[in-house]
């Protein structure tokens, strides 16, 4: 059978993490992998009682793992995450969020047709989580195009499963501590031709807790991006 590790990076998420981990570990469970399976939760140097929870709920859950790291940002335990999973032997790696805005009732269909495709990820065509979320979605759609010239129906979503033997390909090209890795994999999939397919999936509202992303910090990401795809580019083309 095989194994499948859900990679979950999570920073302040104590209104969140319980119900995560209640969503998430019966995927793990059910796609045990004859016990290899794990759902790993990547504590991004909370400063709230996130890491003190996880723990606290893996003493009954042998297929969870929690983790925790000095504060890098999502992109950077994005990397950590599928770092990890690659070295433990994961053949395959799923990746979500911690703020709820995913189901995990909609994974099935993700895992059936895991063998067609190298990536299947989820397209979030119906936003529940306020419209200057949509726009930026919109305008990296128009960068990535201009940067890349690759058209990607949702380069960020976090609903994605990966063939672990194609991201380990890949993961050498993402400058360490990136802030967009979901980003750089969705361009750097394309690029290569590898099979990727998009399913819709449903995307709520954040459940609980505070964003620590604003659109401050969005504007600042992006103008940061700019730079980092041209040379990033410079990459690909000599990979």
């Not at 940067?147 to 993961?171: W, Y």
Request: hydrophobic fraction near 40%; glycine fraction near 6%; avoid cysteine.
């Amino acid at each position: 059978m095989e194994s499948l590790f859900i990679i979950i990076p999570a920073y302040n998420e104590q209104a969140n993490i319980k119900n995560v981990i209640a969503d998430w570990y019966p995927v793990v469970e059910n796609h045990n992998g004859k016990g290899e399976s794990r759902l790993v939760i990547i504590d991004d140097g909370s400063t709230d009682a996130t890491y003190e929870i996880m723990k606290g709920l893996a003493e009954d859950k042998p297929l969870f793992v929690p983790l925790t790291k000095p504060n890098a940002g999502h992109g950077a335990t994005l990397l950590y995450g599928y770092d990890y999973a690659i070295k433990n032997g994961a053949d395959y790696i799923f990746q979500t969020d911690s703020d709820g805005q995913t189901l995990p009732e909609e994974f099935g269909q993700f895992w059936d047709i895991r063998n067609q495709h190298d990536m299947v990820i989820g397209s979030r065509d119906t936003r529940q989580d306020g419209l200057s979320r949509v726009f930026v979605t919109k305008i990296l759609k128009a960068v990535i195009f201009l940067s890349f010239h690759v058209v990607i129906r949702d380069a960020n979503t976090p609903f994605r499963l990966m063939k672990t033997d194609m991201l380990k390909n890949i993961i050498p090209l993402i400058p360490k501590d990136y802030n967009l890795s979901n980003v750089l994999i969705s361009v750097l999939y394309a690029k290569k031709a590898y099979s990727v397919k998009y399913i819709s999936i449903t995307f709520r509202q954040r459940q609980g807790g505070i964003n620590s992303i604003n659109i401050k910090k969005i504007f600042g990401i992006g103008k940061q991006a700019l730079k980092d795809f041209s040379a990033i580019n410079k990459v690909i083309k000599r990979s």
